[in-house]
């Protein structure tokens, strides 16, 4: 499979704990995002690469989270000090970054339990 | 108020019947625009680009009116797989790569 994928699909953690998750996108895409989705909501944006800089960030994105993408290749995106108003699924997006239309394209998504 | 708006329905509607959805934006400077569309627990896929001019792939038909900043979705002869969640979502070039979503429209077609 050539799609984004995303490690772990589910996870539920307790109040108070650090979660990581991974994101591995589409091979020679140079930009990636991260976008969080509550239920009966559009993803909102969170974050964005292009390689291994991070060039935007959300103020969804409090000091508690933290996204990573040293190689330009696959990204993390850690939650400390997880709240139960941290869950929600958190999606994984990447595009070429070429073109006029910046298409992007999304992973399964990493669906975050905090109880 | 939101950057995009959408009827978040539900719509539900016969196999084969004809149906529309509307979207309207906010920011006069987006410059790419989507129709994606979700299934239940899924990831958002995109369906089709949206061109200035007006685009059709086999029986989804997009528009776009940018004077009016906003921008629809037609299905033909809508078949029992098209039920899901549409999602219509701009993009502005300059600055911010983000992809901005509406709440979604959610279509149910009935047999």
């Known amino acids: 499979d050539t799609g984004v994928s995303q490690d772990p699909r589910h996870k539920i953690t307790k109040r108070g704990q650090n979660v990581t998750f991974r994101c591995d996108p589409i091979?020679?895409?140079?930009?990636l995002y991260w976008y969080r989705q509550t239920l009966g909501q559009g993803p909102e944006f969170l974050t964005y690469?292009?390689?291994?800089?991070?060039?935007?960030k959300s103020r969804l994105l409090s000091d508690r989270f933290s996204a990573e993408r040293p190689k330009g290749s696959f990204s993390t995106l850690e939650i400390q000090r997880t709240e139960q108003g941290d869950s929600a699924m958190y999606l994984c997006?990447?595009?070429?970054?070429?073109?006029?239309?910046?298409?992007?394209?999304f992973g399964p998504g990493t669906r975050l339990t905090v109880t | 108020r939101k950057e995009v708006e959408q009827d978040p329905g539900p719509f539900n509607v016969p196999e084969g019947a004809t149906v529309a959805f509307n979207c309207t934006y906010s920011?006069?400077?987006?410059?790419?625009f989507f129709w994606y569309r979700q299934d239940c627990r899924k990831e958002p896929k995109l369906l089709m680009s949206?061109?200035?001019s007006g685009n059709e792939d086999g029986r989804f038909t997009a528009q776009l009116n940018r004077a009016s900043q906003y921008i629809s979705l037609l299905i033909r002869d809508s078949k029992l797989s098209d039920s899901a969640t549409y999602l219509c979502?701009?993009?502005?070039?300059?600055?911010?790569?983000?992809?901005?979503f509406g709440q979604g429209t959610r279509l149910t077609i009935n047999p």
């Open positions: 997006a990447s595009s070429p970054g070429q073109g006029v239309s910046y298409e992007q394209y």
């Open positions: 690469f292009q390689n291994e800089a991070q060039l935007e």
């Open positions: 091979s020679e895409h140079n930009r």
């Open positions: 949206v061109y200035s």
């Open positions: 979502v701009v993009n502005k070039i300059q600055g911010a790569q983000k992809l901005v």
């Open positions: 920011n006069s400077a987006s410059q790419s």
